[in-house]
């Protein structure tokens, strides 16, 4: 089954049960033949994984409030979880103002779109967007082609 950004971004970086046995971790044959060279003890050699991972982990791309955001545009989530997509969508936004991308009036804009489009999903919009989930499992339809689909001329959506 192919990972999502929502899968992703459920997966608790803090929770040793998503975790690998160090021993397990595969880092590549090149690293491994330079690791070799350096280190002489296979407890050497779990340290260096082990300082490996936790930087990994400290720069991971799913610690950031935008990604966290990102589920929010899920037309699954727009379409049967209108409270954790604003929630989510309001991270999103939060992100994208706080780093300067968006302006303030821009931010309220999109909330008010947001939840124009939620509302559409469970009404105007309710049979494309089911059908978009139903052919989604099966196809590989991109999600901006299927917004670009439903938003096309909508004014009032300009700041999605």
């Known amino acids: 089954m192919p990972a999502t950004v929502k899968k992703l971004v459920a997966v608790d970086l803090h929770c040793r049960e998503n975790f690998l046995e ?8 090149q ?6 060279e350096v280190v002489s003890t296979d407890s050497e050699e779990l340290e260096f ?12 791309p799913l610690k950031y409030p935008a990604v966290q955001g990102l589920p929010s545009l899920d037309p699954n989530t ?18 994208l103002y706080s780093r300067n991308r968006i302006t303030e ?3 309220q804009r999109a909330k008010t779109q947001y939840s124009l489009i939620c509302g559409e999903a469970q009404c105007g919009l309710h049979e494309k967007f ?17 917004y670009s689909s439903i938003l096309h001329f909508c004014i009032e959506y300009q700041d999605l």
């Open 31 to 36: 690293t491994k033949k330079l690791l070799r």
């Open 49 to 60: 994984k082990k300082e490996m991972t936790e930087k990994i982990l400290e720069q991971s």
């Open 130 to 146: 089911s059908e978009f989930l139903e052919k989604n499992v099966e196809s590989s339809q991109c999600l901006d082609d299927f």
């Open 78 to 95: 727009i379409h049967k979880q209108l409270e954790e997509g604003k929630i989510r969508f309001d991270i999103l936004l939060n992100a």
């Open 22 to 29: 160090l021993k397990n971790i595969d880092i590549g044959f």
């Open 105 to 107: 009036t821009a931010e």
